[in-house]
């Protein structure tokens, strides 16, 4: 007997802290996984580019979601064989009263309405305007990002983006990206640990 629970964790703007709060999980977490939706990127070549002359990433039709959709599947459909296949579990481990967890971070996965019914727990970390920009002037990208591409295309699609996330779905748990890390994992852990530990009482009743 095992439970499924999917965590996602949704940063539509770059350098927000998500990859963090996942790894940190995981690595807190028995039984548990990461799909992330930035592995799914479609070749450079066949995304498509606006009038602005700036590629269109911040879009779905970036992304290959039809192969994102199927390793989540893949996962909810037997998680044990899933983490087996991939190492991450001992081949003679038994699936006895086990409790499984999907971590799937990206920047689309709320729009995505198929990928966002399956979500159990959902997170958002949030970071204004000032703070992302800095951040990503900071960082190096190859290719660079062409002149005026955070102002006239990452800010634009993602306040987009999020007002379309937010027509789709109200169940969603908004963290403040500014506040010390370590208050933020540990805030999320407790949360997630109260839903595993609520979830193997109702098994053990």
Known sequence: LYFIISICFNRRVTNGGKSTLSQFLHQKIHNSCIIAQD???????????DSNGFKQYDTLDALHMEEMMKEVCS?????????RQRGLIAK??????ELYVLIVEG??????RP?????????????PY????MRRSMRVYAPPDPPNYFDGYVWPM??????????????IVFLDGLKPKDEVLAAVYEDIHKEIARLQGKAAS
Do not use: A, G
Not at 92 to 97: G, K, L, R, W, Y
Not at 107 to 112: A, G, S, T
Not at 115 to 127: G, K, P, S
Not at 158 to 171: A, G, H, K, P, V
């Open 75 to 83: 996962w909810k459909k037997d998680p044990h064989e899933f983490l």
């Open 39 to 49: 592995t799914y990127f479609k070749d450079d070549f066949v995304v498509p580019v």
């Open 107 to 112: 920047f689309l996965i709320f729009n995505h």
């Open 115 to 127: 990928l966002n019914e399956m979500f159990d727990m959902r997170y958002f970390l949030e970071i």
């Open 158 to 171: 993602y306040l987009q983006n999020r007002e379309e996330m937010e027509r789709i779905t109200s169940e």
């Open 130 to 133: 000032d703070v992302c920009k």
């Open 92 to 97: 003679d481990s038994s699936t006895d009263d």
